[in-house]
């Protein structure tokens, strides 16, 4: 059980840390997933930096339906019913999953973006879990805006080599240039150990800086919608695009896509 405090910083602020959550069996079963995933990536890996041809900042996603790993943990760990509770919601469909890693090394920041203007849900209701799977320092960890979840503003989407997505649509914005005006936003990050995780909303506006540490930076994230949100087929590129998928915009996400985990 989550308690309400938690529940109801989520919702206000749209981010929360969550102490110890996870078990370490499940850290150990994704750390696999991972290994895994990257000896045999998807179509859908990219790579940020690099150096002499060593890769410091890369990702993958929508693996778990193939990777064991992570359907397991994404089915059976429980990590669903804490979205639940965290939304409030009766129904929780899986999203997607998404793996970033930045070596020790990586000078490079993820920019300041909003994930739901990348996605092709809409709605309010929804989680993602940022999740560790090695100890990180709070210079090295993820930073949020505190209550930007609560602006009611799209931004255009930002390509982690620092430019923005083709869009058309005119109700997309370019995000204001937060890195150089910090002070005048609520950021918060914390410095976070194997079991925690970060839950936030995916329209809170978030980056993360380079890896500061002696430690590499493996972070396993999964996405969830809850009972409002419906599939909307954006004008321009979507990340993740989702190619095969037959819902139309305004439909519920329900399909082997996004399954329902959830239904009470």
């Known amino acids: 059980m989550i308690n309400n405090s938690v529940i109801k910083n989520y919702n206000y602020n749209g981010v929360v840390v969550l102490r110890n959550i996870i078990n370490i069996k499940w850290i150990t079963l994704l750390k696999r997933g991972v290994r895994k995933n990257f000896q045999n990536p998807s ?21 778990w339906n193939k990777i064991v790993e992570y359907k397991n943990f994404i089915f059976n760990s429980g990590i669903s019913n804490i979205a639940k509770e965290l939304m409030q919601t009766k129904k929780v469909n899986l999203f997607h999953e998404h793996v970033l890693v930045k070596e020790i090394g990586s000078k490079k920041r993820t ?14 209701d929804n989680c993602s879990f940022w999740i560790p799977l090695d100890k990180v320092s709070k210079n090295s960890s993820p930073e949020f805006v505190i209550g930007s979840n609560k602006w009611n503003k799209k931004f255009l989407p930002t390509k982690f080599f620092g430019n923005a997505y083709e869009q058309k649509d ?5 995000i204001p240039n937060i890195e150089k005006n910090r002070k005048n936003y609520d950021i918060k990050n914390w410095k976070m150990n194997i079991g925690d995780a970060v839950a936030f909303n995916f329209s809170t506006v978030h980056g993360a800086p380079e890896n500061k540490s002696n430690n590499r930076r493996r972070a396993f994230s999964v996405r969830f919608t809850g009972d409002d949100a419906t599939y909307v087929k954006r004008k321009g590129e979507m990340s993740p695009p989702f190619p095969k998928i037959k819902l139309k915009t305004g439909q519920a996400l329900d399909s082997k896509t996004f399954p329902v985990l959830i239904s009470s």
């Open 170 to 174: 005119g109700e997309f914005q370019h």
């Open 111 to 124: 920019p300041w973006h909003q994930d739901q203007s990348y996605y092709c849900v809409n709605g309010k």
């Open 43 to 63: 179509k859908y890996k990219c790579v940020y930096e690099q150096n002499n041809k060593k890769e410091l900042f890369y990702d993958d996603y929508c693996n």
